[in-house]
């Protein structure tokens, strides 16, 4: 039977009074959960601590948080990958709409959704949802949340921080954003679309055959307005007569190595994070 852990993660560091918020860069590490399943940018710097929850039942779901634990602010990152039952299946674009808007209607006094985007990580696209909502006990407080859905899997990366010191945290919150990695998502990147073979094109003559002669009761010639036939040979002096020949003769080179010579796709390539 599963059960619900808390570790607090080996990076926590302590806290310190004097440490502000961060107008500049702050180094972050690549931390990965007991699970394996997640791995986080974890800021190295002092005032944070870092935490991990996961469950295996009713569903499997981790989650890593790092939070500001300095008199005075309120800040937190958080990076979580959870199942739904089957039933319960959402698009990004659904969850974003339904179920996360839902959730800020019981989280908070009130909330507003300032704006939305499309967003991409590990090759997977979503939705970025920007939110200002009011707390009852933390006051005026702002949203970043990033949503992805790959079947009953959900990926969530968000920021969230007292309003007027979220923009103070905006190299942290890009860090955590791009940083972050999702074992389930791994590979999606790691290799680009392997190229097709090209089908061999039909050779191209130096110099144009000498017409065939005539077969018996057939005219020399074409009909005036009448396609030329795909036997005869391609004159140099009717383009329409030559493409016509090559196309059919490329065609059928194309049949014949589309099936010995073309290697199999290999994984999309994905865009950043």
Known sequence: MGMSKHRALGIAFAVAASAGPASAGVPLTAVTSNDGLVTIAAPQTPGWECVEHTSATPYPSSLMRCRRKVAGEFFLLTARQYQVPPQEQKTAEQLASQVFSQDYKTFYASYKITGTAPVTHQGLSGVELQVDAIHAVKGELRKVEQVFAQGRSVFVLSAEGARVQFGSWKVVIDGWMAGAR???????????????????????????????????????????????????????????????????????????????SAGPAGASPGPRS
């Open 182 to 260: 999702f074992k389930a998502l791994a590979g999606k990147t790691d290799e680009p679309q392997a190229p097709r073979a090209p089908a061999a094109p039909a050779p191209a003559s130096s110099s144009p055959s000498p017409p065939a002669p005539p077969s018996p009761g057939s005219s020399s010639s074409p009909a005036p307005g009448s396609p030329s036939s795909s036997s005869s040979p391609a004159s140099s002096s009717s383009p329409a007569s030559a493409s016509a020949s090559s196309s059919s003769s490329a065609s059928a080179s194309s049949s014949s190595s589309a099936s010995s």
